[in-house]
């Protein structure tokens, strides 16, 4: 479960004080989640969000991803979307953690996953990139492929015993991916701006078969755009037994195209970006897997789920499903 930071009610009276968004009725953990420490607030105005952040988070990056969540809230994506003190600031601090509310948007992600839920995805993810053009503060992908062969060599001693030869497996991926990554030695660059860079299915709600909205913005970054795509081709369109599902894939590009249609660079770009996207999340996920204690309150995620769809994309270099 995800609730690191247990928070006395004294100091969340006093924090909720600094707000006008009526009166505390509850407030309770939620368990979803690995990174950071949610509570769902109720007040008696609405029910909100209330995050402590706690792992990967830099502080001094918060009011960048709170300022997104705001921009493309503004505009019309459905995002949470912060909510100021009485004071106007979106951040502040309680039981010793940087903190902030948000709205709470209804709907659940999807269990079973098909091919409308994918092009719901992929058509609100290019909303996403179209609106994010006007938010023109940058932020450095701190999980790009700089990031990768240091996180290897930190999981280099024990990787294998995980998976006999998983790491000499990434170390050849990477061999390949890093000199053919867009904008490397002759690869053109492509067209970049903000991405949520974790648009996982628990990261997507749906009402019924319509998708309501988009969370957890704490991975998004300033990067190629197509990276966002080939990373949400890696986390929607494999089934349980980590096979591709081509109608997945298809219906992802569509949705994605029937709002903004992606270049012949992009094209061409795809099977090395969601490579490269299977090792940031083959590589994280083993991190998690070493790092974290036995009585650690969340389970680590499986890096060997990701490693499946890294043979999957190396096998498949022309990606003849496009
Ligand atoms: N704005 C919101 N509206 C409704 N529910 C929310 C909202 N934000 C978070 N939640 C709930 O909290 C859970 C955890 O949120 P979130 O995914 O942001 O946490 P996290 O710890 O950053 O997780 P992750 O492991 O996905 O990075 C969600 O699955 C959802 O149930
Ligand atoms: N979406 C990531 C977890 C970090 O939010 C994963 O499944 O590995």
Same mark, same amino acid.
Request: charged share 20%; aromatic share 10%.
């Given at each position: ?49 209330? /995050? ?56 659940? !992600? ?25 938010? /023109? ?43 053919? !990554? ?39 970054? /300033?990067? !190629?755009? &197509? ?21 997945? &894939? ?73």
């Amino acid at each position: 479960m995800a609730v690191y930071t247990d928070v006395p009610p004294d100091e969340l009276s006093r924090f909720l004080g600094g707000y006008d968004i009526g009166e505390p009725v509850s407030c309770h953990g939620i368990a979803e989640g690995v990174e950071n420490s949610n509570f769902l607030l109720r007040t008696t105005r609405a029910d909100y969000i209330l /995050t402590l952040y706690e792992r990967r988070v830099v502080p001094g990056e918060l009011p960048w991803f709170l300022g997104l969540m705001l921009y493309l809230a503004q505009r019309g994506l459905s995002c949470p979307r912060p909510v100021a003190d009485r004071a106007g600031s979106t951040l502040g601090h309680l039981a010793g953690r940087p903190a902030a509310i948000t709205t709470f948007l209804q709907g659940t !992600w999807p269990r079973q996953i098909t091919p409308s839920h994918c092009e719901a995805v992929g058509a609100a993810m290019a909303r996403l990139h179209q609106d994010g053009q006007g938010y /023109t503060a940058e932020r450095r992908n701190g999980l790009g492929p700089a990031a990768w062969p240091p996180l290897l060599e930190s999981c280099r001693a024990q990787g294998d015993q995980v998976q006999p030869g998983l790491v000499a497996e990434i170390d050849a991926a990477l061999a390949t991916v890093l000199p053919s !990554w867009p904008g490397q030695g002759g690869h053109p660059a492509l067209p970049r701006g903000q991405i949520h860079a974790d648009l996982f299915p628990d990261n997507v709600f749906f009402i019924d078969d319509r998708l309501s909205g988009l969370i957890d913005f704490y991975f998004a970054c /300033t990067d !190629w755009l &197509a990276y966002d795509l080939a990373i949400a081709l890696n986390a929607w369109c494999f089934d349980e037994s980590a096979a591709f599902c081509p109608a997945r &894939a298809q219906a992802m590009v569509r949705g994605y195209e029937s709002v903004r249609i992606l270049t012949e660079d992009e094209r061409r770009a795809l099977p090395v970006l969601a490579t490269g996207a299977s090792v940031r999340f083959t590589l994280t996920r083993l991190y998690d897997w070493i790092n974290t204690p036995p009585d650690a309150l969340v389970t680590p995620k499986d890096p060997l789920d990701y490693l499946a769809r890294l043979r999957f994309f190396r096998a498949h270099p022309a990606m003849e499903w496009l």
